[in-house]
Each structure stands twice: as structure tokens, then as C-alpha cells.
């Protein structure tokens, strides 16, 4: 088995103007695919990240970038560590991701392994 | 956080009335004129939610939104300290409730009962008056009010803005009125209420979904006036019964392609008896009085049909006694024509003819198909097929709802068969 990164990148439900329903059932279908998953045993690792703060420190002088309040879509808004055989066994698992339909993106990255 | 490993899933509509209280409650401490602020406060609680209950859902979902909405409020209140904004509620001193116990259950319920009373405000345009309740107290988004009360999103917007800057321009307190005042904005209250159920039931238009949703807000929040006993009188307990027996045969009336079903052909097993219980002992409570309103005798009406077990047991000469009942105190030419067909299944068309005499079909506005329908009706029980046909024509050039004509056409090509 491999390890792969899915990566989540776009879907902002503060612009989307989701309402609370919206959100709530929105949230039920991560949770269902989070379920899936576990059932499955494929989750390494996994979460949500904040996007209310967000920091980049860059160059030699580590100059120091606020970045809260970016478009989400430039932010990376969560990711999930996943054992699949393959790269179409990854691709199969990011097929349940919630939120396509809000242009969010999933990208697949397998994880480096090191020989000894 | 401990998270749940068999999760039941979390209740219907948590977000959205778990929305409506924390307006509600934030509105209380700081003032009617931040509810805009408080909204997006509040909205960024859920975004924060649905994020991190991904992974699971928290054991008491919704201690935790009420938990989470607390420490946002005391980020707003930082923020408006430093802007030395300080909010009404906070400078009455003494007399103000300890901050937690706003978030105990009957101090809740009296936030929300608050926010219903400012929607009905004498201020705000009564079309606004729906549409604000909606998003401020059912936690409806712009969209889901357009979408329910078939608007389109920028008319929404536009009443809801008005909504608020109406609220702003009088400097409305956050309050049940007493005395007069509370006799006379609770007639608006359920006025309101009773607009917003008919939205549901009457519209078929809607997807059932939306019909049950408004329909269940509407009687949400009219338990809510009848739970406070200093709210509460015997016109209220009508309304909520007028709504139990109502939404009793909701899910009959419609069939599965969203056309209306006869009266005579509904599936009376469909009806939802513990609602049609929960109308009668409440109805009980709003005669005791003796007092009647123009709720009572829809309700009675509506229990009635209710009450009988097949179509062809329904008395007739009872719900037309409380028909005329109601039109003495409220007259209206829907009662008229409600009569009138009351009096054709009694086999009296002579004596429907005589009611419909006194209908002008102008007062009936959009809806004055129902007139020409009644008298399709008429026409076709004395025989006149002739008549009755040119009636259904007419009837059909003016109705706009969708499922009514397809209801109508029915109808019409009933009286082409008996003509041939």
C-alpha cells in the first residue's frame, strides 16, 4: 500500500452564501465520506485547517506575510493522508469529496517514500 | 473534543434554528441595531462548525454551537467595547441578567419571542414583515426566502435591507409590548404566522419540501406564543390548532407529481392523527373562553372534515353553520364561495346559486377563477353542460397556477365527456 495526500484546495461557503441548512447538510457529507473512509480503513491522517489566520514566511530575510483573508481559493483548506494501491485507488477515494459542485479541487500527491 | 463513534445523525434543521436563537439571544445583549454584525458573527460559527466536525460530530452538537456562538459573542463585545460603543444592554447595570443565563432554555425562548414581535413591528412594511422573519427568526438564507415565497433573490434583498433600515430608523427596542400594545401587535403576530403556514399549505407551487418547512416553522413559532403563558389567549390556541388539523392532511393533498387531489379522493389513512389530536385538545383550551375569532371557526371547519372517516360522511350542514359563523365576523367573498360549494355537495344548487349571487367575481382579484369554477360546478350539477364548459373556459383563462389548471382541465374534460 502507498500513501497519498489529498489536498483540498477552493470551496468557500462564506462567499457561496450557504445557509445554515445548506452548511449543515453540507457538513453531513463530509462527515459520511470521513465515515466511508474509516470503515474502509484507509485514513492515516486528516483536518480541517483555519483559514482566519494564515502566515507565509518567505526569502532570506524571512519576510513575514499576513495572508488571512485571502481568496480561499489560493488557500489550502484541509487534507487527508490516505492508503491506496495506486494512484486510480486515490483518485477513486477523492471522488466522494463534498464539494466539487462549489469549484473546489482535490489534488492527489503521493506521499515520498525514502529508501534505506 | 469527544467525538462519537456511532453518531446518530444530528437533528433536522440544528443550523438553521440554532441560527435563529443565537440572533435572537445577541440581539438581547447588544441591540437591535448591530444585527447585521451579529449575523455574519454568527454565520462564521457555522463555517467553523462544518469544518471541524468533518471528522466527527461533537456529543452535544448543540451545546457546542451554543458554546462556540458565546465566544463570539464576547469577541463582538471586545470589538464594540473598543470602538466605545457600548450597547444598551450592557450600561443597565443592575438590572441586567448575568450574561451566561441568556443561554438558558426560557430565557432563549423569550429572545426569540422578542424577535417576533419586532418583526411585526407597526414600522416595517408588511410585506417586509415575512420575509425578516424568515431570515431573522427561521434562519432562512436570501435564497430559501426567495425560493419559498416565490420572489425573486433581488426582491428579498431589497425587503430585507428596508427590514433593517426601518429597524434603525425608528431606534426599535428589543421587546414584547405590554398592555394594549401587546393585544394589538399580537393580532399581527398571527397574522403573520398564519400567512406564513398558508404560504406552505396553499402554494403548490413548491416542492413538498418547502411546503413542509414552512408550514413547520409556522406552528415552531406559534407553540413557542403558546407555550408563554403572558402571550397566549384563546386566539392563539385556535391558530395553532387551525394548523395541527391542517398540516394533519398535508401529505394527502398533493399527489407524487405535485397536482392537487379532490377533497373526495384524498387517502383519509394518510392523515396524521397525533397532529389531529394535538388540534383537538387545543381547541378545547381556546372554546373555554367563549370569546371566538375568525381562527376558531376555520378551525372548527377545518375539524370537521377531519372528523369524518369517508368523503361522503362529511356533515355539510355543520361546517356551513360555522361558514356562516365566520363570514358574520369576518366577512370575506372566499367564505361566500366556500359556501356556495359547500351547498352543491349538499345537493342545493339553488341555494348556492342565491350565495354566488352575492360574490362579485372583481373582489376575488387573481383568484377570481374560483368563481368561475364554482360556477362551472353549479352549472354542471343542474345540467347546464353547456354552461358549465364556457364557465371552465373562463376559469381557465385567468388561472396562473400551474397544478389549479391542470385541476381545471380535469375538470372540463369531465363535462366534454358527459356532453357527448
Known amino acids: 500500500m502507498k500513501k497519498f495526500m489529498l489536498i483540498f484546495l477552493g470551496a468557500d461557503y462564506q462567499k457561496e452564501g450557504l445557509s445554515p441548512d445548506e452548511m449543515q447538510a453540507r457538513m453531513g457529507k463530509w462527515f459520511a465520506w470521513n465515515q466511508k473512509m474509516q470503515e474502509a480503513g484507509v485514513v492515516v491522517d486528516g483536518h480541517a485547517l483555519e483559514s482566519e489566520t494564515v502566515r507565509q514566511v518567505s526569502g532570506p530575510d524571512r519576510t513575514v506575510t499576513d495572508r488571512a483573508g485571502s481568496e480561499i481559493k489560493e488557500l489550502v483548506g484541509g487534507y487527508y493522508i490516505v492508503k491506496a494501491e495506486d494512484l486510480d485507488g486515490a483518485m477513486k477515494i477523492a471522488e466522494d469529496f463534498p464539494d466539487y459542485d462549489l469549484g473546489g479541487t482535490v489534488e492527489i500527491r503521493q506521499v515520498m517514500v525514502f529508501e534505506q | ?420
Open chain 2, 1 to 420: 473534543m469527544n467525538r462519537k463513534e456511532d453518531t446518530e445523525p444530528i437533528i433536522d434543521h440544528l443550523f438553521r434554528h440554532q441560527f435563529g436563537k443565537m440572533v435572537s439571544i445577541l440581539c438581547r445583549i447588544f441591540g437591535l441595531e448591530h444585527l447585521e454584525t451579529i449575523e455574519d458573527a454568527i454565520q462564521d460559527t457555522f463555517i467553523k462548525a462544518s469544518a471541524s466536525w468533518r471528522e466527527g460530530i461533537p456529543d452535544n452538537p448543540e451545546a457546542w454551537l451554543t458554546t462556540a456562538a458565546k465566544n463570539r459573542t464576547i469577541d463582538l463585545f471586545r470589538k464594540l467595547k473598543s470602538e466605545k460603543e457600548r450597547s444598551k444592554y450592557v450600561q443597565s447595570g443592575a438590572s441586567t441578567i448575568a450574561f451566561s443565563e441568556l443561554f438558558l432554555d426560557h430565557e432563549i425562548a423569550d429572545s426569540q419571542l422578542r424577535m417576533i414581535f419586532t418583526a411585526c413591528h407597526p414600522a416595517l412594511d408588511p410585506r417586509d414583515q415575512i420575509a425578516f422573519a424568515l431570515k431573522t427568526i427561521a434562519g432562512f438564507s436570501q435564497k430559501e426566502i426567495a425560493a419559498a415565497l416565490l420572489f425573486k433573490n433581488e426582491t428579498i434583498k431589497k425587503r430585507l435591507s428596508r427590514a433593517r433600515a426601518s429597524i434603525k430608523k425608528e431606534d426599535m427596542a428589543f421587546e414584547i409590548p405590554q398592555g394594549v400594545d401587546l393585544k394589538k401587535r399580537r393580532i399581527r403576530v398571527l397574522e403573520v404566522l398564519y400567512l406564513l403556514f398558508n404560504e406552505g399549505f396553499h402554494s403548490t407551487k413548491k416542492d413538498m419540501i418547502v411546503r413542509q418547512e414552512l408550514c413547520g416553522e409556522a406552528m415552531r413559532l406559534c407553540k413557542m406564543l403558546v407555550d408563554h403563558p403572558k402571550i397566549c389567549d384563546s386566539e392563539t390556541q385556535a391558530l395553532f390548532a387551525l394548523m395541527c388539523f391542517h398540516s394533519a392532511r398535508l401529505d394527502s393533498k398533493i399527489d407524487d407529481f405535485n397536482e392537487i387531489i379532490d377533497l373526495r379522493l384524498q387517502d383519509r389513512s394518510k392523515w396524521y392523527f397525533p397532529l389531529i389530536v394535538a388540534g383537538n385538545s387545543m381547541m378545547i383550551k381556546a372554546t373555554m373562553s367563549g370569546v371566538y375569532s375568525p381562527y376558531h371557526y376555520e378551525a372548527a371547519i377545518a375539524s370537521e372534515h377531519l372528523m369524518a372517516k369517508k368523503f361522503e360522511n362529511t356533515n355539510w350542514k355543520k361546517i356551513l353553520f360555522w361558514y356562516e359563523k365566520l363570514q358574520a365576523i369576518s366577512p370575506s367573498p372566499f367564505n361566500l364561495l366556500n359556501m356556495a360549494v359547500v351547498n352543491l355537495q349538499r345537493n342545493k344548487p339553488e341555494l348556492a346559486k342565491a350565495i354566488m349571487e352575492r360574490v362579485k367575481p372583481q373582489e376575488l382579484g387573481q383568484r377570481n377563477y374560483l368563481y368561475y369554477g364554482c360556477m362551472a360546478q353549479y352549472y354542471k350539477a343542474i345540467k347546464d353542460y353547456k354552461q358549465a364548459l364556457s364557465c371552465y373556459d373562463q376559469a381557465l383563462s385567468t388561472v396562473q397556477n400551474d397544478s389549479e389548471r391542470k385541476y381545471l382541465e380535469k375538470k372540463r374534460n369531465k363535462i366534454q365527456l358527459l356532453m357527448e
